[in-house]
T-cell receptor
Framework: GDSVTQMEGPVTLSEEAFLTINCTYT??????LFWYVQYPGEGLQLLLK?????DKGSNKGFEATYRKETTSFHLEKGSVQVSDSAVYFC??????????FGTGTRLLVSP | DGGITQSPKYLFRKEGQNVTLSCEQN?????MYWYRQDPGQGLRLIYY???????QKGDIAEGYSVSREKKESFPLTVTSAQKNPTAFYLC?????????????FGPGTRLTVT
């Protein structure tokens, strides 16, 4: 079935460091891909999305490129801030179906 | 301000009691969803509704029930049949269930059953 695999956390970085959170997926067809962010005690917010191969989603300095050949959608940011500390979820939507989420990766950024 | 409200933020119940979690949206969205989040796990879909008076089971519907009598409201009842009800519950909505409409999430309700 459809699934999403994320790297285990927590990812611990110093402020201004480069961030990569890996996400790979298994799906039939051509799913849309998403990154959601969850700040402590809150619901999820859509961070970025890509709907077809080679699309790059970007928002608030975060980027992710839909790589069909490697079935990946890695999240990157050039310079993280303390305020980026949160849990990040990769998700896919295979066609007209429900969202399938990864297990989440916690990011901790220290000053 | 458009959005999704869930109340209360924290809820405590004794084992064996049913409890209803509220979810209201004023985004004029057709589709609504309930997810459960446990530590170290992703979100798991409990129920979803594409339109008023219609809803479908998700991946973990056992021990839960829902209703969709109004477009704006999608309450979730956690029954005493749910074996492990303590969790963080998230409600979401989308304009339409079809891609590429994104899902908007509420702030969540943390339910603790002792």
């Amino acid at each position: 079935g459809d699934s999403v695999t994320q790297m285990e956390g927590p990812v611990t970085l110093s402020e201004e460091a480069f961030l990569t959170i890996n996400c790979t997926y298994t799906a039939t067809g051509y799913p849309s891909l998403f990154w959601y962010v969850q700040y402590p005690g809150e619901g999820l917010q859509l961070l970025l999305k890509a709907t077809k191969a080679d699309d790059k989603g970007s928002n608030k300095g975060f980027e992710a490129t839909y790589r069909k050949e490697t079935t990946s959608f890695h999240l990157e940011k050039g310079s993280v801030q303390v305020s980026d500390s949160a849990v990040y979820f990769c998700a896919l939507r295979p066609g007209f179906q429900k969202l399938v989420f990864g297990t989440g990766t916690r990011l901790l950024v220290s000053p | 301000d458009g959005g999704i409200t869930q109340s209360p933020k924290y809820l405590f119940r004794k084992e064996g009691q049913n409890v209803t979690l509220s979810c209201e949206q004023n985004l004029n969205h057709d589709a609504m969803y309930w997810y459960r989040q446990d530590p170290g796990q992703g979100l798991r879909l409990i129920y979803y509704s594409q339109i008023v008076n219609d809803f479908q089971k998700g991946d973990i519907a056992e021990g839960y029930s829902v209703s969709r009598e109004k477009k704006e409201s999608f309450p979730l009842t956690v029954t005493s049949a749910q074996k492990n009800p303590t969790a963080f519950y998230l409600c979401a909505s989308s304009l339409d269930q079809r891609d590429p409409y994104e899902q908007y999430f509420g702030p969540g309700t943390r339910l603790t059953v002792t």
